[in-house]
C-alpha cells in the first residue's frame, strides 16, 4: 500500500524516469534450465545455481539500474502500450473526448519535444508568480494549497485514506513529506557515501536554479537554503521502519484541533486553495513533523520558504521541461542515485507517462489485446486452492490458539480477490487533453488526481478501484480493503505461464499468491481485521508467539550482508515482504501438494523432479543484475530484500527445499531445526 492513496498516480507523473531504455524482445517462457548455473551447489547458493547462467549472459542496459529475469516481460507490455498509443494518435476517426483520442493526444503531446523546447519554463510561470508575490510567512499557506491542488509536492502531503480504524468511511489525512531526496537517512546519516550523495544533491539542485535563470552565486545559495530546510524537515520525519506501522499514524483529531496543533499555519486559506471538500475530523499522520513544521514558520524568513517552493515546483516538473531540465534530473535521480549510465529514449518515458495520467483508458485497451480469458479462469483456481491450503495450515498451528486460528480463518475468507483488470472503469470525462500542451496536460491530469482523491471524503469506499494500471508487472494486498489485487500484467511467463507444467506455476505465480495473502497476516497485516479495521483481534499468548517468530525472521535478514556495497539488509524494514515470501512459498507448497494428490505422479521434465521444478520457478523470478547504487538505495529505502535473498532466506528455512535437492545439515542452504523460522 501506498501513503497517502491519492499521491499514487501523481507519484508516477512526476517522479524522476529512472533510466530504461528500447530492447530487442526475447520470447520468454516459465523456467528455462539454460537460466541455471550447472555447475555450481543447490545447497550452497539456490540463487545462483537457479540463475547463474542467465546472471552471466545478461549484463545491465546503459539505461537501466536493474536488469533481471522478468525485465523481458515489463519490456514486453511496455511494447505493446508503445502500440496501442502509436495507433491511437493515427486515429483520427475516434470521437473527440474519447478515452482512445485522449491516450493518443496525450502521448503525441509528451513526444512533442520541439513544441516542450520552444515553451522553455512558460508553462511554469503562473505558479513561480504566486511564489515570488508572497511578502510573509502568512501567505504561504494559499500558495502552499494551490501547488498541492496542482499536485506539486512540498512541505507536507495532503491527500484523502480509508480510516485505519473505520475502513468503511474516507478521511482527510495530512502526513510528513517535502523531501527531494529518497528518505530521511540520506540527509541525517554521516558516514562518507551519505555525505557525498547529499553534497551531489546540493549540485544538483543549484544547476536547477542555474536552468530557472539565477546566477550562479545565488543559486549556490538557494541550494543551501533547500537543503537546510530539507534537513530539519528530515529531523521531524518518522524513519521508514516506523512508517511501516499505522498503528503509530493514526492521529483522528478534529479540524479545530489540527489548527491548534500549528497556529501559524492558516489552515482555511489552505484549504480554500487547495479546493478540498468541508470535512470536519482529519487523520494528523505525523503531529511531530507539524509541531516542527509551524515553529519553522517563525523562524525561516519569507525569502527563504519562497527558494524552498520555487525548488519543488521545478523539480516536480522537470520532465515536463526542455532537454536540460530533463538531462540535469537524470543526472542526479538516474547516475548518481541509482547508477544508471543513459537516459531511457523519449517514447518510453512517455509510455510510462500515460500509464501513470491515464492508465486504465490504456490498461482497457491492453486487456482487449493481451489478456487472455483463460489466464483469469485459471488464476481463480490457483488462488483458491492457495487459500484452502492456508485454511489448512492455520488449522496445524500449534504455536496458536483456537481462537486467534478461527479469526484468522474469517479473515482469510473475507479477502477480496481481484485478477486482471477493474470490472469497473475510471472515468477520465472530466480530464481535459490536448494534442499541443504536455505540460498542461500534465498539470490538468494532477489536478485531476488530488480531487479524484480528495472527493472521497466523507463518501463510501469504491471497492471496484484498483491501485495499480492493468499492464503493471506486480501485485499487492491492501489492509484497508482487505484484498488481494493480480494484474494482467503479471500473468505472463515467467510468473504464470498457461503452457507450463503445475509444479513451476506453482512456485512462481503460487509463490506470489502466497506472498500477497501472506501479507494480509505479516506483522503489521496481522493488525487489522477481516474489515480492514485497525484491531486487535489476538490473544495477549498467541501474540507474543507471533513476535517471537517474526523477531526470528527480522533477525536472519539482518544478518545477510551484502558485500559490494557494505551494508546489510535492514531486518526490521524488509520484515513484512520476508514474512510473506516465507508464508506465501509454504502456502503455495501445501497447495501444490495437494493438487497432486489422486493423480499419477507427473513426469520429471529437464531432468528435474516436480519438487524441484517447483522451488527452481519461485527462483527463476528473482534473477537480478543490479548496479551498486541501485543496491544500496534499496537497502536503505525498500521493504522489500534483494533477489537473493527472497530465493535464498525463505529455502533455507524449508525442509522440503532440502530434501527436494538431497541438501545436508552443514550446507548452507539448511539451517538446522533449532535455527529455522516458521511463522504461517
Ligand atoms: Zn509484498
Known amino acids: 500500500m501506498r ?55 545478461n549484463e545491465i542496459p546503459a539505461a537501466f539500474s536493474v536488469w533481471g529475469t522478468t525485465s523481458n516481460l515489463r519490456e514486453k507490455n511496455i511494447g505493446v502500450l508503445r502500440q496501442i498509443l502509436e495507433d491511437a494518435d493515427k486515429n483520427t476517426t475516434a470521437p473527440a473526448g474519447s478515452n482512445e483520442r485522449k491516450i493518443g ?45 496542482l499536485s506539486v509536492r512540498s512541505l507536507f502531503n495532503f491527500g484523502a485514506v480509508q480510516d485505519f480504524k473505520n475502513s468503511s468511511v474516507v478521511t482527510a489525512i495530512a502526513g510528513q513529506g517535502g523531501l527531494g531526496l529518497p528518505d530521511r537517512d540520506y540527509y541525517l546519516k554521516d558516514d562518507e557515501k551519505s555525505k557525498s550523495v547529499k553534497a551531489a544533491y546540493g549540485r544538483h539542485v543549484e544547476n536547477m536554479f542555474k536552468l530557472l535563470g539565477d546566477d550562479p552565486a545565488q543559486a549556490a545559495t538557494e541550494a543551501q537554503v533547500v537543503l537546510r530546510i530539507e534537513t530539519d524537515l528530515a529531523n521531524l520525519s518518522l524513519d521508514r521502519v516506523a512508517r511501516r506501522d499505522l498503528s503509530k499514524q493514526y492521529n483522528k483529531m478534529t479540524l479545530a484541533d489540527m489548527k491548534a496543533v500549528t497556529p501559524s499555519f492558516d489552515w482555511d486559506a489552505y484549504l480554500k486553495a487547495l479546493k478540498a471538500p468541508k470535512f470536519a475530523d482529519v487523520n494528523m499522520a505525523h503531529p511531530v513533523f507539524f509541531k516542527g513544521v509551524d515553529s519553522m514558520l517563525g523562524t525561516v524568513s519569507i525569502e527563504d520558504w519562497k527558494t524552498y517552493l520555487r525548488w519543488h515546483l521545478v523539480h516536480d516538473a522537470a520532465d515536463a521541461l526542455p532537454t536540460a531540465f530533463v538531462n540535469e534530473n537524470f543526472d542526479f535521480y538516474g547516475k548518481t542515485l541509482n547508477g544508471t549510465k543513459e537516459l531511457q ?14 492508465g486504465e483508458a490504456l490498461g482497457e485497451v491492453y486487456v482487449k489485446k493481451a489478456f487472455p480469458p483463460e489466464a483469469k479462469a485459471r488464476m481463480k483456481e490457483l488462488v ?21 486460528q478461527k ?45 479524484r482523491g480528495l472527493a472521497k471524503i466523507g463518501r463510501p469506499v469504491d471497492k471496484t478501484e484498483w491501485g495499480m494500471t492493468p499492464p503493471t508487472v506486480n501485485a499487492y494486498y491492501n489492509p484497508l480493503m482487505a484484498e488481494i489485487v493480480f494484474p494482467a500484467g503479471i500473468l505472463q511467463p515467467p510468473y504464470f505461464d498457461l503452457s507450463a507444467d503445475d509444479a513451476v506455476n506453482y512456485g512462481a505465480i503460487g509463490g506470489v499468491i502466497g506472498h500477497e495473502m501472506s501479507h494480509g497476516f505479516d506483522d503489521q497485516g496481522r493488525k487489522f481485521d477481516l474489515k480492514g479495521n485497525l484491531s486487535d483481534w489476538w490473544t495477549a499468548e498467541d501474540a507474543k508467539n507471533y513476535t517471537e517468530r517474526a523477531t526470528c ?54 531432468g528435474f523432479t516436480p519438487e524441484q521444478r517447483f522451488f527452481l520457478g519461485w527462483a527463476q523470478v528473482w534473477g537480478r543484475n ?40 552443514g550446507d548452507k542452504m539448511v539451517r538446522p531445526e533449532d535455527k529455522r523460522c516458521q511463522v504461517w
Open 3 to 57: 501513503f497517502p492513496s491519492s499521491r499514487l498516480a501523481v507519484a508516477v507523473i512526476f517522479a524522476a524516469l529512472l533510466g530504461i531504455a528500447a530492447l530487442a524482445q526475447t520470447g520468454s517462457r516459465g523456467f528455462d534450465p539454460a537460466n541455471m548455473c550447472t555447475t555450481c551447489n543447490a545447497c550452497e547458493d539456490f540463487y545462483t545455481y537457479a540463475n547463474g547462467g542467465w546472471l552471466a549472459k
Open 105 to 149: 493526444e496525450f502521448y503525441a503531446s509528451c513526444m512533442d519535444e520541439p513544441r516542450i523546447e520552444g515553451l522553455g519554463v512558460k508553462p511554469l510561470a503562473q505558479e513561480m508568480a504566486a511564489i515570488n508575490k508572497m511578502k510573509t510567512t502568512r501567505d504561504l499557506p494559499a500558495v502552499l494549497g494551490r501547488l498541492h491542488d
Open 345 to 358: 529514449p523519449r517514447w518510453r518515458r512517455c509510455v510510462l507517462a500515460t500509464d501513470g495520467v491515464l
Open 384 to 404: 483458491n486452492n492457495l487459500t484452502a491450503a492456508l485454511r489448512d495450515d492455520i488449522q496445524t498451528l500449534k504455536w496458536m490458539s483456537e481462537l486467534t
Open 407 to 451: 479469526q484468522a480463518i474469517a479473515k482469510l475468507e473475507s479477502f477480496a480477490v481481484k485478477i486482471g483488470y477493474p470490472d469497473k472503469w475510471r472515468d477520465y470525462s472530466s480530464l481535459k487533453i490536448e494534442r499541443t500542451a504536455y505540460a498542461d496536460n500534465l498539470i490538468r491530469a494532477g489536478q485531476f488526481e488530488v480531487h
Open 553 to 606: 525472521v527480522e533477525q536472519q535478514f539482518s544478518d545477510f550482508r551484502v558485500e559490494e556495497v557494505g551494508m546489510n539488509q535492514n531486518g526490521k524494514l524488509v520484515l513484512g515482504e520476508s514474512i510473506g515470501d516465507l508464508g506465501g512459498l509454504k502456502i503455495a507448497w501445501l497447495a501444490f501438494q495437494k493438487s497432486l494428490q489422486g493423480k499419477p505422479r507427473p513426469a520429471n521434465i529437464d
Open 626 to 665: 543490479q548496479r551498486t547504487e541501485a543496491i544500496r538505495q534499496q537497502l536503505l529505502t525498500d521493504p522489500h530484500p534483494l533477489g537473493r535473498f527472497r530465493v535464498n532466506g525463505p529455502l533455507s528455512n524449508m525442509p522440503q527445499f532440502a530434501e527436494a535437492f538431497s541438501c545436508k545439515l
